[in-house]
C-alpha cells in the first residue's frame, strides 16, 4: 500500500495535481492554484463514481468497483 501511495503522489506531481486527500470514502484530486482540468481530455473517464469540477476531481471507490486503482492510473496519465 505504501509503494502504491508513493506512485500516485509521483504520477500526480507530474500531472500538476497539488494534493490526493480522501474524504468521505471518495479520492479528491486538486489541481495547482489557476489550472483547470480538460474535459476533452478526460471524456473516457467520467463515468458513475466520478466527479469532475474545474480544480478538482473526486473518484469514488465503493462506485468504480475492483477496479478503481487502475481508474485512478489512467486519470492521472491521462492529464499530464
Known amino acids: 500500500n505504501l509503494l502504491y501511495a508513493v506512485k500516485i503522489k509521483a504520477l500526480?506531481?507530474?500531472?500538476?495535481?497539488?494534493?490526493?486527500?480522501?474524504?468521505?470514502?471518495?479520492?479528491?484530486?486538486?489541481?495547482?492554484?489557476?489550472?483547470q482540468f480538460d474535459r476533452q481530455k478526460l471524456a473516457p473517464f467520467l463515468k458513475d463514481g466520478i466527479k469532475l469540477g474545474t480544480t478538482q476531481l473526486r473518484l469514488n471507490p465503493k462506485r468504480l468497483g475492483s477496479d478503481w486503482q487502475q481508474v485512478l492510473e489512467g486519470v492521472l496519465s491521462k492529464i499530464s
Open 12 to 35: 500526480a506531481a507530474k500531472a500538476g495535481i497539488e494534493s490526493v486527500s480522501t474524504e468521505d470514502g471518495q479520492i479528491i484530486l486538486r489541481l495547482i492554484q489557476g489550472t
